[in-house]
């Protein structure tokens, strides 16, 4: 059983999508993350160094969406989720993906993609996952 650590609303522009003009001018995303950590060294230390630094993470995944452009959200996601389990610590992560000014010709609200991402049980700490 793990803890769960989240950090919600992260803002970033980038240029992911499909159409050329999404490449060219660039939208707002928005990341939701969940992290599947226990807290309970770090709860016992009080130390930061014993949990996950969420200020740096916040750093590593708003490079990994300003990064290189793709068309999808789903591969942009599972990036997001890559960084996330680059730390051993994380056991899982939940990263959500919202396009809220996606190319829709409709009222709405959001566009968002929920994936979540289990450590492999053979490379801990080397960020790769298996789907859930």
């Known amino acids: 059983m793990s803890d769960e650590l989240s950090v919600l609303g992260i ?15 660039g939208q707002r995303f928005v990341i939701d993350l969940t992290l599947g950590v ?15 630094d969420y200020g740096s993470l916040v750093g ?6 300003q990064g290189e452009p793709v068309d999808l959200i789903e591969t942009l996601a ?16 939940r990263v959500t993906v919202h396009k809220p000014d ?6 709405f609200g959001d566009v968002r993609l929920t994936i979540t991402r289990h450590r492999t049980p053979t490379s801990p700490g080397k960020g790769e996952a298996d789907d859930e």
């Open 11 to 25: 803002e970033c522009w980038a240029h992911h999508g499909v159409f050329e003009h999404e490449r060219r001018d």
């Open 38 to 52: 226990d807290v309970s060294s770090a709860a016992a230390s009080d130390d930061l160094r014993d949990t996950i």
């Open 60 to 65: 590593e995944v708003t490079a990994a969406v």
């Open 78 to 93: 599972t990036r997001i989720a890559g960084v996330c389990l680059l730390d051993a610590r994380v056991e899982w992560a």
């Open 102 to 107: 996606a190319p829709i010709e409709a009222t």
